[in-house]
């Protein structure tokens, strides 16, 4: 019960809907990737990818000091219906920008 509770209260946030989209649409991405295309602070970020993260819908992958951030695999029947319902939403993402091809990421 906790674990759907936590998966319903994550969907509960157009900018943790707009995350899973925008990782839907561009796969594996950096933090600093993430925080230049979507224009975040990476304080405010990194709580919206906790709670993704916390709520099963997301895993992490540290590549030494970077972290990576993906939709997680396999996905249960609740979670992988709630992201396709979420492909269906008029969203308009904004472009990747890989800056972490270019420069060091910081966190």
Same mark, same amino acid.
């Given at each position: 019960m906790e674990v759907f509770l936590k998966s319903t209260a994550a969907l509960h946030d157009e900018t943790r809907v707009l995350l899973l989209r925008f990782l839907d649409e561009?796969?594996?991405?950096?933090?600093?990737?993430?925080q230049s295309s979507l224009d975040m602070i990476q304080s405010r970020l990194s709580r919206?990818?906790?709670i993704l993260k916390e709520a099963g819908f997301? #895993?992490?992958e540290r590549k030494g000091t970077w972290a990576y951030y +993906? !939709?997680?695999? &396999?996905?249960d029947?609740? #979670?992988?219906?709630?992201?396709?319902?979420?492909?269906?939403? +008029? !969203?308009?993402? &904004?472009i990747l920008q890989k800056?972490?091809?270019k420069v060091a990421c910081k966190k």
């Open positions: 561009y796969g594996e991405c950096c933090v600093c990737d993430m919206h990818l906790k997301i #895993r992490v +993906s !939709i997680r695999s &396999p996905l029947r609740f #979670r992988s219906e709630a992201l396709e319902e979420i492909r269906h939403l +008029s !969203i308009e993402l &904004p800056i972490s091809d």
